[in-house]
């Protein structure tokens, strides 16, 4: 059974890089007919999609945060990295990966079928 | 962007009680929206993907329908463990957005 598990600092300072790594286990992040995510929830609010990495390393981000972030995938490690750049307190946030189940290529039927249990970073000096 | 609206934003229900949530979208999503369901301290779950079909494992209490700028997932009998958060999300074009949320709560 696949599940992903988030890994970075907890606390960032402002102006800094924030670099969290999802690792995929049980499963290979080659796998046809996924992509993988980053989604972020600010503290008690709603969610907020970040950006879609595929296995060959096609990226899409939402524009609102595009200028400030990288994901990229390293296949060799099963793992999905996300770096978001000059971070102030309005990055503060849970941050999730999660699987994208594309269930027919090149349409939007797809979903977020599976879900990291998130990490807690907070941006302070 | 396409924005997507949730009513009510928090909802006060009876264990055995069905109800309805909407998912308004500004513009249309054609049926590519889903539903995930929250609860507090986990990562969201995938009920719904494409507007009406349930995810593997899912209880059959739970299912949703509508097309275009209108949907609703509906629980028929609410039992204990469905009181959580229900957010919807389109899949239609990116930017990917989520609703803001429903919080039901027992009454």
């Known amino acids: 059974q696949v599940q992903l598990q988030e890994s970075g600092p907890g606390l960032v300072k402002p102006s800094q890089t924030l670099s969290l790594t999802c690792t995929v286990a049980?499963?290979?992040?080659?796998?046809?007919?996924?992509?993988w995510s980053w989604i972020r929830q600010h503290p008690g609010k709603g969610l907020e999609w970040i950006g879609n990495i595929n296995y060959s390393g096609t990226t899409y981000y939402n524009p609102s945060l595009k200028s400030r972030v990288t994901i990229s995938v390293d296949t060799s490690k099963n793992q999905f990295s996300l770096k978001l750049s000059s971070v102030t307190a309005a990055d503060t946030a849970v941050y999730y990966c999660?699987?994208?189940?594309?269930?027919?290529?090149?349409?939007?039927?797809?979903?977020?079928?599976?879900w990291g249990r998130g990490t807690l970073v907070t941006v302070s000096s | 962007d396409i924005q997507m609206t949730q009513s009510p934003s928090s909802l006060s229900a009876f264990v055995g009680d069905r109800v309805t949530i909407t998912c308004r979208a500004s513009q249309s999503t054609s049926s590519y929206l889903n539903w995930y369901q929250q609860k507090p301290g986990q990562a969201p779950k995938l009920l719904i993907y494409?507007?009406?079909s349930l995810q593997s494992g899912v209880p059959l209490r739970f299912s949703g329908s509508g097309s275009g700028t209108e949907f609703t997932l509906t629980i028929s009998s609410l039992r204990p463990e469905d009181f959580a958060t229900y957010y919807c999300?389109?899949?239609?074009?990116?930017?990917?957005?989520f609703g803001q949320g429903t919080k039901l709560e027992i009454k």
């Open positions: 999300q389109q899949s239609y074009t990116m930017p990917y957005t």
């Open positions: 999660a699987r994208i189940l594309v269930r027919l290529l090149y349409t939007p039927d797809w979903s977020f079928d599976l």
């Open positions: 049980g499963g290979s992040i080659s796998s046809g007919g996924y992509s």
């Open positions: 494409g507007a009406s």
